[in-house]
């Protein structure tokens, strides 16, 4: 499992994928990752956790992703501009 930093907040996280978690079949087990790569609406793609996801709006854009400010371990909000 590949670990990284969120393009949000910068908390440390991990991805799942690749061959070290081939053979999980979705088990819990915390090989889920916590974080995803997501490709947004204006062309460009950040790796977010998932308390950085749940603070996007709707229709996010890079610029949201840039104000994105992690709060806690379990909560990220955006920053105001």
């Given at each position: 499992?590949?670990?990284?930093?969120?393009?949000?907040?910068?908390?440390?996280?991990?991805?799942?994928?690749?061959i070290a978690n081939l053979w999980t079949f979705g088990e819990d087990d915390g090989s889920d990752g916590t974080a995803m790569t997501l490709e947004l609406a204006d062309g460009s793609e950040h790796l977010l956790c998932y308390p950085c996801i749940e603070a996007l709006p709707d229709e996010p854009t890079a610029d949201d992703v840039e104000r994105l400010e992690q709060v806690d371990e379990g909560s990220s909000q955006l920053g105001v501009q």
């Open positions: 499992m590949a670990r990284n930093t969120c393009d949000g907040c910068g908390r440390t996280v991990s991805v799942a994928g690749g």
